[in-house]
């Protein structure tokens, strides 16, 4: 197998300027998007490259005080960024905390048996192990979770009347919402459903090519993308489920009112 390939700082300077192509089609059709795009390529390159020299820090620790801290930072702003996809979110702090719990709990859970019980590194909580599978984890199961609310509270909001109505005649908060959460559901899931429809046939996933590229070989590094892929459609199931029935509580009281005022509309 060929050995690594070390990329120059030109070598990203010039795959950089791809990105002149979306800023040109912002502005050629009046998009109003080549400042976002600007500043989240600023944002990604200075998160990649401090996350980079951090984690050499902590690769080299091989402690598990270092790599939990890491761990707790990276939910932390998964949850952020949950809220901050939201048009439609709802006030308070409990909304946070809700994605914020669910990233925590299906990010454990899966990093836990893919590095822990199946993967088993020794130790098995070895930062280089865990820290990757817990970014894709919290990565695509934070999509979901923000496309599940998303739905939820757009739908809530439209559909007051029926969901009213259901309540008026006695249905509970989840029997009154049951197409609104349905559809919630069925949001949030779509893009897992959709990446695992496409991988190996469309694309090659990020794990697999990286490995590949990186010397591994094409057979063991299917193994370990058929690993991932299978903790994530978990993961992002689980959560999916975990969030969208939250936010029904949070959309509603115990006395089974649909309490859009919650709602914080943009």
Do not use: C
Not at 72 to 95: D, T
Not at 107 to 122: A, D, H, N, Q
Not at 158 to 171: D, K, V, Y
Not at 231 to 252: C, D, E
Request: charged share 10%; glycine share 12%; aromatic share 10%.
């Amino acid at each position: 197998m060929t050995s690594y390939i070390e990329l120059s700082y030109w070598d990203l300077v010039i795959a950089s300027l791809f990105l002149l192509i979306n800023g040109g089609a912002s502005l050629a059709f009046n998009l109003g998007i080549e400042r976002t795009l600007l500043l989240n390529g600023l944002r990604m390159i200075v998160q990649l490259g401090a996350i980079g020299f951090v984690l050499k820090f902590i690769f080299a620790q091989t402690s598990p005080f270092w790599t939990i801290m890491l761990a707790i930072v990276m939910v932390l702003v998964a949850g952020r960024e949950v809220i901050a996809r939201q048009s439609i979110g709802i006030k308070g702090w409990a909304y946070y905390g809700l994605g914020t719990t669910t990233l925590f709990f299906v990010g454990l859970v899966g990093t836990v048996i893919g590095v822990g019980f199946l993967i088993g590194p020794e130790p098995w909580y070895a930062p280089r192990f865990v820290l990757p599978v817990l970014g894709m984890m919290l990565g695509n199961t934070m999509s979901g979770i923000a496309l599940s609310l998303e739905t939820l509270t757009t739908m809530a909001n439209r559909e007051q009347n029926a969901i009213e109505a259901h309540l008026a005649m006695g249905a509970s908060r989840f029997e009154a919402m049951r197409n609104t959460h349905r559809q919630s559901l069925k949001t949030g899931m779509m893009p897992i459903i959709n990446a695992m429809a496409a991988s190996g046939i469309v694309s090659l996933p990020g794990m697999m090519t990286g490995q590949i590229i990186s010397g591994v070989d094409p057979v063991e590094a299917t193994k370990y993308q058929l690993l991932i892929m299978f903790l994530i459609a978990g993961g992002t199931g689980l959560g999916v489920m975990l969030a969208s029935f939250g936010g029904v509580y949070l959309l509603t009281d115990e006395r089974h009112r649909l309490r859009l005022d919650r709602l914080d509309i943009e």
